[in-house]
């Protein structure tokens, strides 16, 4: 009987559906363990086969864990609010909302053919109301709490209002964007406006004006990973950083915490160290001194935040963000117009370029000085771009002996160097020797102290004469929230009279308007200003028309929408109770699945989300919403399936397309190498179907072509990223068509280890199509299905249950590329042994079933089991079966070994030499001669002498 996987495939997949086999309960008497996959966009091209990876990993562990008892919740939504499908509702006038369902749809058919097990049930959807209500519900409990240091968590900022009334904010210890001091009867005095504006400098989310990655062309906000070399990633258009008033999260009140949860929380946190260090670094934290530095003729001071306090006598300029708040304040009139243009020409580039800009030196002097702390004297101070407003103060105290970009900036400039570091080289270390000791030659006080006593006096003197203050700092900065796009979560906020307030959270969800274009507006605001109906009634409590507004009893929405990561950040504990009206998740849904055990996704995500989520989670748990500090238990980065793509070479000179191998190596310049869509390739001899490739586009219709010898226009190969733009992307369903899911499935584990990068190569396909093929054969014979019941042998149980050990231990080690090998070997076992035995092949469908699981319910439902397959008892290795008891001996005369004897390892010297005497082989060998000697090592050798 032949396999044939499309009919087998669907009809399981049609089975798992109308039975909602994979749909997990809240309440069970299993043990619990939560699933998940990192949120997919569903973007109009749908998926190719490098997408599925990281589904297939954890679908197989899903299936394992259910094997061994677990109620799994393995649950699948999408991310689908987003700037692909803004542009192209822009590029075409189609609502967002129609695009994003279409596209939704292709996704759901495309999963459903590869089998994954997912509790469809729980399918989530950023875009859609009924969620993002819960968001901009999680929103407003930011905006009403405050991070209070002295209990490290957040509070109502209703009790810090009570404290305000009762004796002002002189004994608050809690974070704030800005440090002011009033007692209760100022406070008590205040306007409204002027109370809101303070609490602004509390709460956890805030207004305030930001550099954010203004993009002209998509009249939006973009995140720094939104932005590559100086353009928006997505239509390249150019970036520039721009000051506005944004809606801001205040995740640096909560840097400690997000650091100690990677540093001290090993169990919790199963991590990879490498994905650990980049939360590390990306939090950044440091140790130093905030130094005070007088403008000299001026009341301003600007203050620096450094690491060496001790290295102060060595400073020589400073260095300001060019957009540091002061440089236009200090910059003198003769310094104006070039400090102007270097200004304009750095707000082009994005963070990201300068800070990896290592190389280039630029800057402009701005006229102005600074005095020297200790010493009095005049420091230059200048404008430069490797300086980032966002980070510290915005401002070095530059150190050229100790510090080599700092050194390089004044061999630039010509600017002063002074040598206070004895018998050092300038570099990265340069002012500590092998010991940790620091020689300095021009300070007062620090002369020949070590590291750490030069930094204790050094901050002790500043602190002494009030021009500094000892001072832990973060690199972490707070997350721009705002984004002035349309199709995103509205925020939940309105403007009374100037003071933003929040929509009476019972009044949620604020959803969406229509507006008759998705741009922003002729005065430049945000889409939603498009909107005609986007005002909010007191008194109605309800979105009503602008012309309604009187700032009385209607007043204006805000008009940007949040970023796509306020939808990502909370979605894992949506999914626990996905269908609730009342709440964002029940207190027993929450308490019972408690965090992520398997969160499985790509390492672009390395720091953003992760470290929104992380944050998100322990607002929740502050607020006493959840029980849980930390999202995700165990996490892997997948890695990437490459795509081989396809060059052609065309001659710049004559438009003539040439043949590879005709290509003139030496003169390579001569040709423009261009991507030819892997469809027109023969993939087993690397040759171009030419008239496919000439209709492809009409610059091709005409084109000449000089072929081999033989006829063949050879192409080249070259593994890249899997990609559209590159023409190499293979879709998963013209795989499962041919081949079948369950050969897809198990293809892409077996290109190698789950975290590496791996080319795609088709051709592989064939192998493990052929495997499956055998499976099935081991299960059927020429007549149709032919399992029997008779008892299995001792071979039998060998293969079976070192099969067993190897799948259970890989699969626990998430060594999916090895369970796929060991399948191989134990399927061409059984079938030498010609194994037929149900004792045998029951439990390997079992084992194969996470990997495999439609040709496994086949098996399963073909050997008598009227329910799935997907419950069935994991198979327990037993040790007994790979336990030998007998030993081949090789017996041998005088030496040579004459053939080998089957004996159990339990007999004694003597009754192995009697059994081997008595063996006609022997008899034979002796010829009637008595041998002088008989040795024995008992399992390991007989051997007969003389």
């Not at 080319?759 to 149709?784: A, E, H, M, Q």
């Amino acid at each position: 009987m032949q396999y044939h996987p499309s009919e087998i495939e669907s009809k399981w997949q049609k089975f798992w559906a109308e039975n909602q086999t994979f749909k997990a309960e809240n309440k069970s008497d299993k043990p619990k363990y939560y699933v998940l996959d990192m949120f997919p966009y569903p973007s109009g091209v749908g998926l190719h086969v490098g997408h599925p990876l990281g589904y297939i990993a954890s679908d197989i562990y899903a299936r394992y864990k259910r094997h061994q008892g677990f109620n799994v919740l393995h649950p699948m939504g999408y991310d689908s609010f987003g700037l692909p499908a803004e542009q192209y509702a822009i590029q075409t006038g189609q609502h967002p909302a129609l695009t994003t369902q279409e596209n939704i749809e292709r996704y759901r058919e495309q999963l459903d053919k590869i089998g994954f097990s997912f509790d469809w049930s729980r399918e989530v959807r950023t875009s859609n109301p009924d969620y993002y209500k819960w968001t901009q519900w999680i929103f407003i409990q930011l905006f009403n709490s405050y991070y209070c240091k002295k209990s490290n968590q957040a509070r109502p900022i209703d009790e810090l209002v009570e404290v305000f009334e009762m004796e002002g904010n002189v004994n608050i210890e809690a974070e704030t964007s800005q440090e002011t001091t009033f007692g209760f009867d100022e406070w008590n005095n205040f306007t409204e406006k002027e109370k809101s504006d303070i609490l602004l400098n509390y709460r956890l989310t805030y207004l305030a004006e930001a550099e954010v990655n203004w993009c002209p062309a998509l009249g939006t906000v973009l995140a720094n990973d939104e932005v590559v070399n100086g353009v928006s990633e997505r239509g390249g258009h150019p970036v520039e950083r721009k000051k506005m008033t944004q809606w801001m999260m205040r995740i640096t009140a909560y840097a400690e915490r997000l650091l100690n949860g990677i540093t001290y929380n090993e169990k919790a946190l199963d991590w990879a160290d490498a994905l650990k260090e980049s939360q590390k670094n990306w939090i950044g934290k440091s140790k130093g001194a905030l130094v005070e530095f007088k403008v000299s003729n001026s009341d301003d001071t600007i203050k620096v935040f450094t690491t060496r306090p001790d290295t102060i006598f060595g400073v020589s300029y400073m260095t300001l963000a060019p957009e540091h708040p002061l440089v236009q304040e200090i910059t003198t009139a003769d310094k104006k117009d070039a400090v102007d243009a270097y200004i304009q020409k750095t707000a082009k580039r994005s963070e990201r370029e300068r800070m990896a800009d290592v190389k280039s030196i630029s800057g402009e002097f701005t006229g102005a000085y600074a005095l020297h702390p200790f010493t009095g004297k005049q420091i230059p101070i200048w404008i430069g771009d490797y300086v980032l407003a966002s980070y510290g103060t915005g401002a070095v105290m530059a150190v050229p002996a100790g510090d080599e970009r700092d050194h390089a900036f004044a061999s630039h400039f010509g600017l002063d160097i002074i040598d206070i570091f004895k018998d050092t080289d300038v570099s990265e270390n340069a002012y500590t020797d092998k010991e940790g000791d620091v020689v300095l030659q021009n300070s007062d006080f620090l002369d020949g102290l070590t590291v750490k006593e030069a930094l204790a006096k050094s901050i002790e003197a500043l602190e002494e004469k009030k021009l500094g203050l000892g001072q832990v700092n973060y690199r972490l900065r707070d997350a721009v929230f705002s984004r002035q796009r349309y199709w995103g979560e509205p925020v939940p906020m309105y403007f009374k009279n100037g003071i933003p307030t929040p929509i009476p959270t019972e009044c949620l969800p604020i959803q969406l308007p229509e507006v008759d274009e998705y741009l922003p507006t002729e005065t430049g605001e945000p889409p939603l200003g498009r909107a005609t109906d986007w005002a909010w009634s007191e008194f109605k409590q309800e979105v009503v028309k602008n012309e309604f507004i009187d700032h009385k009893t209607v007043f204006p929405l805000e008009l940007n929408t949040m970023p796509g990561w306020a939808g990502s950040s909370w979605y894992l504990f949506r999914y626990m109770d996905a269908n609730n009206e009342n709440e964002f998740a029940s207190k027993e849904a929450l308490n019972y699945w408690e965090n992520v055990d398997l969160y499985i996704g790509g390492s672009e995500h390395a720091t953003g989300h992760l470290l929104y989520s992380r944050f998100w989670t322990k607002f929740l748990k502050d607020v006493g919403l959840i029980q849980v500090d930390e999202p995700f238990k165990k996490l892997i980065n997948q890695g990437m399936i490459l795509g081989e793509s396809a060059f052609v070479y065309r001659n710049k000179e004559t438009n003539e397309f040439v043949s590879y191998n005709l290509v003139d190596k030496a003169a390579v310049d001569n040709y423009q190498a261009l991507h030819a869509d892997i469809a027109f390739i023969d993939e087993s001899k690397n040759t171009l179907d030419i008239e496919a490739f000439k209709n492809w586009r009409p610059e091709y219709k005409n084109a000449e072509f000089k072929t081999e010898a033989n006829g063949e226009f050879y192409v080249s190969r070259e593994v890249e990223k899997m990609s559209k733009s590159k023409f190499n992307v293979v879709n998963p369903d013209d795989i499962c068509e041919e081949y079948g899911a369950d050969t897809l499935r198990m293809y892409e584990m077996f290109l190698g280890p789950i975290e590496q990068y791996k080319p795609w190569n088709t051709n592989g396909l064939s192998g493990v199509f052929g495997f499956l093929k055998k499976l099935w054969k081991l299960y059927f014979d020429n007549d149709g299905f032919a399992v029997s019941e008779e008892e299995a042998t001792k071979e039998e149980y060998k293969v079976l249950h070192t099969l067993i050990k190897k799948v259970t231990d890989d699969i626990e080690g998430f060594s999916f590329n090895t369970s796929i090998s060991a399948f191989m070997i134990a399927v061409n076992d059984l079938q030498k042994l010609k194994s037929n035995k149900k004792a045998i092949l029951e439990p390997l469908a079992i084992l194969v079933s996470p990997f495999a699981p439609h040709i496994a319910e086949e098996l399963w439902s073909r050997l008598g089991h009227t329910e799935s397959i997907s419950f069935a008892e994991f198979p327990k290795f037993e040790e007994k079966y790979l336990v030998e008891d007998s030993k081949a001996y090789p017996i041998s005369f005088n030496g040579k070994m004459r053939f080998t004897m089957e004996l159990p390892l339990d007999m004694s010297k003597e009754e192995i030499e009697k059994a081997v005497m008595a063996d006609e082989r022997t008899i034979k060998q002796l010829d009637g001669r008595t041998p002088k000697k008989v040795i024995v090592v008992p399992g390991k050798i007989v051997n007969l002498v003389g």
